[in-house]
C-alpha cells in the first residue's frame, strides 16, 4: 500500500455520498485520486463479462473484480462499501432501467462487482501540464456519447463504444495523447481526435450521457474510450439484473492516481 | 489485420510440429513473431482462471481466449489448431501430470483456451538493441525457476510465482529494462535483477524448467515473469483436468511481435 495524503477526502466524500449529503457527479472531486467505474453482475455472467472487458482494453481496463457476494473493496478502497458509496447508481432489468442512490435493499448473495478505470483520474495529470479540462472548469459532468463503432462481443455482451469529449487547444493534442497515453488503465491515450461525424456523433452540443461543454475557438474535440461503454452492453444483454454506477457518479477509491501511471 | 511477412515461417513451422517432425523447445523461432503460452481449462473454471490472470498481469497476460469448444485462434493464427500446433503438452490431472504431443483425442466440447504472452516475444527486440540473449546463442531453452513469491489467489487457483533468467552485461541491463517494458503483454520489464538467492533461488544452474546458461563474468542474472506460473497454479488448484503446453514449447503464432508493444 502506497501512503495516501488524499484519503480522508476521498473517504469523507464516500460517507458524505453514503449519508445521503452529496448526490453529483464526481468529475473533478478529490484531485489525483483514483475514481472507478462499477458494474455488478450476477456470477454466472461473471466470466464472459470478464472477458468483455479483456476484448475491449480501452473502454474496460479491470481495476479490481471482488469476490463473489463481496461489496468491500480489497485494493481500491478498504472500508468502503459498493452498496452505498456512488452518488447514483442504475439497474438494469430486461423491462428498462431504474436509477436509485443505494442498492442496499437489492443486493444478493451471488453478485460479482467488477471496478474499471475511469478518464477523470488522469485528469489531474492532464492540469498539472498546463492542459484545460472544460467540464471541471465549469463544474459540470463531462460530454459523453455512444459511437458508431462496435466493441468485440463477449457470451452476451456486445454494443457501441462510448466515449467522452474534452475541447483541447490545438497546441496542446499531442501532448494530450501523450499524458494521457501513460495511464493505460483508466484509458489511456485518445481514441480519436476531431472529426466527431466518423464516429456518427451528429451534434457536441448534445451528448448522450453528462452534460455539453463549449469548444472555444482553437480547440479540437478529442475522444476517450469511456467506462460507459458496458452500460449499453449489459442494455443488449438483458440480464436478469446487473448494476451500474449512474454516468459520472463514479466510485471515488483511496488510490492515488499516478499508482496507475504505465512505468 | 496487419501484414506479416514472417507469417509463412510461422506456419511452416506449426505445420512441422503438427506433422510431429519438430517437438523441440521454440526459443528463438521465427523471430519477430509473437510466441504464446497455452492453458485449457474446463469452462466451469475459466472465470476464476481469468479473474487469476487479472489479479496477475505480470505472469499471465492474456493475449486471447477462445470460445468454449473452440481451438482455432481467431486474433492470433487463423487456421491453427491448438490440439497440435505446440510441440509438447502436459495434461494436469488430481493424481499427477502427463505430457503428450498433441491433445486432439482428449478434447472435450467445454474446454476454454487462454493464450497468455511469452517472453521469447521481446528477444528480437533484446537482440536487435544489442542486447546477447544466451539461451538463443547456445540454442537452449529458457532456464525457468520457481521463485518464494506468492501470485494473488482467486477462487481455485493459487501459487508461486514462476521466472525466466537472463544473464546480461551490467552495462545493458538498464536498456534491457526499458527496452522489455515497452511489451507489457508479453511479461514486460524485469521484476527482479540480481540476488537471486532473495527470490528463493538457491542454485542458477539448476532451473526446475528449461537448460541451465552459463553467467559470464561482468553479467547480471536478471527475472521476468514466467507464463508458466499458472501451470503452478494448475497443480494446486486440482481441477478435474487441465491442459498447457510443456514449457518453453509455445503455440508460435501469425502476429509480429511489434504488434504488442506499448504505444
Known amino acids: 500500500m502506497i501512503a495516501d495524503k488524499n484519503n480522508r477526502d476521498a473517504r469523507n466524500l464516500r460517507q458524505e455520498i453514503r449519508e445521503g449529503s452529496f ?34 482494453p480501452k473502454p474496460c481496463p479491470v481495476l479490481e473484480v471482488l ?12 472500508g468502503a462499501d459498493i452498496r452505498t458509496d456512488c452518488p447514483r447508481y442504475r439497474i438494469f432489468r430486461p423491462d428498462g432501467v431504474e436509477e436509485r442512490y443505494d442498492i442496499v435493499d437489492l443486493w444478493q448473495p ?8 475511469c ?3 488522469f485528469e489531474s495529470a492532464l492540469l498539472e501540464h498546463g492542459i484545460p479540462v472544460r467540464h471541471v ?13 462496435a466493441t468485440e462481443p463477449a457470451g452476451p455482451f456486445r454494443g457501441p463504444l462510448v466515449v467522452t469529449m474534452r475541447p483541447i487547444p490545438a497546441s496542446l493534442v499531442s501532448l494530450a495523447a ?43 474535440p478529442v475522444f476517450w474510450a469511456c467506462g460507459v461503454t458496458p452500460q449499453e452492453a449489459l442494455l443488449s444483454a438483458k440480464l436478469p439484473v446487473a448494476v451500474t454506477h449512474a454516468p459520472g457518479h463514479m466510485f471515488v477509491s483511496d488510490r492515488q492516481d499516478r499508482f496507475f501511471a504505465h512505468l
Not at 469476490?67 to 478498504?78: D, H, I, S, T, W
Open 178 to 220: 501523450r499524458v494521457t497515453a501513460a495511464y493505460p488503465r483508466v484509458h489511456g491515450a485518445p481514441i480519436h481526435v476531431g472529426h466527431p461525424e466518423l464516429l456518427g456523433i451528429e451534434d457536441l452540443q448534445r451528448p448522450d450521457f453528462g452534460d455539453p461543454v463549449p469548444i472555444r475557438t482553437g480547440e479540437v
Open 119 to 121: 478518464s477523470f483520474t
Open 137 to 149: 472548469e465549469l463544474q459540470r459532468n463531462v460530454p459523453m456519447f455512444i459511437t458508431n463503432r
Open 67 to 78: 469476490e463473489e457476494g463481496c461489496y468491500e473493496p480489497k485494493f481500491l478502497a478498504q
Open 23 to 56: 448526490r453529483g457527479p464526481t468529475a473533478g472531486l478529490c484531485p489525483g485520486m483514483t475514481q472507478a467505474n462499477v458494474v455488478i453482475v450476477p456470477a454466472s455472467y461473471a466470466f464472459h463479462f470478464l472477458l468483455y472487458c479483456q476484448r475491449n
Open 110 to 117: 451471488d453478485w460479482v462487482t467488477f471496478l474499471l478505470g
